[in-house]
Every structure is written in structure tokens, then in C-alpha cells.
């Protein structure tokens, strides 16, 4: 039995400037978003992880390099694990998403049409690359712990396949940076062991 690790990247400049920044590069972690990593790293290194793989985003990348240095584990970038493609709200501040276009987050998790016109990946695309990466690591890591490194959604994506969660919840729910979110697999099936796990310091402010 073994466990994948979905860890969301530490703290990025447009997490703290609250734009949409989906692939757009050259947006690197803060100097909190790299103490977040470090932190993680520490933990991980209890679970004695085999394998490290990454979204090759610049904030999910360097995450996953500080987590495989600690712990003296090589990354692979895999393409699955990249942020959504937010089509044309790409680097668009949220509040002007939300006055121009409504909720565009509640109608992403609905699966409305809307979404898709816009240039947005859907979330059935995003779930299916999830999915694939994570049969990947069964086929190749058997009984293994393994991390991967991503973005909120494609975790939100992995939650949703294992849990009953409404659109509502997937909106509510936020995958804190730099927290692992664990899940123990036996036989091709898998359970949640852990949603937003991180050191305790941590929960006494703002994600």
C-alpha cells in the first residue's frame, strides 16, 4: 500500500496579487511561498518518498525542487500536473473576472458552456490529465510514496473523483499553498488521508 501526495505549490506573487495567473510564466514563488516549501519538505521527509514529479510552472517547479533537494529525490516535469489553461482570463485580476463574467469558478466546477467558449479548460480535461498522471505513478511506483506537484484545481480534480462534492463545495474548498493532500491507495483504490496538511503554525492566518 502505498500513497500519492498531491502537494499545491508555495505562496507565488499572483497568489498575493490575486491574478489569475494560469500558464503564464515568470511567476515566481515569494520569500513566504519558499519557507512554505522548505516546511513541506520536512514533513515529506517522514513519508520516505521514491519519486517526485512536477508541473513544469515556474512556482510549481521550484516548490518540487526544494521538497527534492531535502529529501534527495530528482524531479521529472510532467505536462499533466500543469495549471489550467484559463483561455481569456489569463493574468485578469479576479474582481474584474467576477464584475465582468460572474462566478467563472462556480461555472467551470458546473461544466457550463460558457467556460469552454472562453478558451477555459474544462474540468473533465483537467481530471482526465490528473487521472492519467496518477495511473501513471500505479504502473510505475508500485506501493510507493509518491509526490506530485501541481495547482489547486488539478488537486480539487483528484478530491472530486474519490469524494461526492458538489460544485459548491469544489468552490468552497481551498487547497492551501504549500500543503500536502494525501491519498492512500490498495489495490487501485484509494482513500483520503489528508486534505490541507501542513504544520500547525500555519493555520492561524490567511491561506
Known amino acids: ?29 515569494t520569500d513566504k511561498g519558499v519557507d512554505q516549501a522548505k516546511k ?19 512556482r510549481a517547479k521550484h516548490t518540487a525542487e526544494i521538497v527534492g533537494q531535502h ?18 482570463f489569463t493574468g485578469m485580476p479576479y474582481e474584474e473576472i467576477f464584475s465582468s463574467h460572474g462566478n467563472v469558478f462556480m461555472k467551470f466546477y458546473n461544466g457550463e458552456l460558457e467556460i469552454a467558449h472562453n478558451g477555459v479548460e474544462t474540468f473533465t480535461e483537467v481530471k482526465k ?5 496518477v495511473d501513471h505513478v500505479l504502473d510505475n511506483h508500485p506501493d510507493e510514496n509518491v509526490v506530485l506537484v501541481t495547482h489547486m484545481d488539478p488537486i480539487k480534480a483528484m478530491l472530486s473523483t474519490i469524494m461526492d462534492l458538489t460544485p459548491e463545495n469544489l468552490f468552497e474548498l481551498i ?32 491561506w
Request: net charge neutral; hydrophobic share 40%; aromatic share 6%.
Open 1 to 29: 500500500m502505498g500513497s500519492i501526495i498531491f502537494l499545491r505549490h508555495g505562496q507565488a506573487k499572483n497568489n498575493t496579487e490575486r491574478i489569475l495567473a494560469g500558464r503564464t510564466p515568470g511567476i515566481p514563488l
Open 40 to 58: 513541506a519538505a520536512e514533513f515529506l521527509e517522514h513519508m520516505k518518498i521514491s519519486a517526485i514529479y512536477s508541473s513544469p510552472i515556474e
Open 71 to 88: 529529501n534527495s529525490v530528482d524531479v521529472r516535469i510532467d505536462e499533466r500536473l500543469i495549471e489550467l489553461d484559463m483561455g481569456k
Open 129 to 133: 490529465r490528473v487521472l492519467g498522471i
Open 175 to 206: 487547497i492551501a499553498n504549500a500543503s500536502l493532500n494525501i491519498f492512500r491507495e490498495y489495490q487501485r483504490k484509494f482513500s483520503v488521508s489528508g486534505i490541507n496538511v501542513m504544520h500547525p503554525s500555519r493555520f492561524d492566518q490567511d
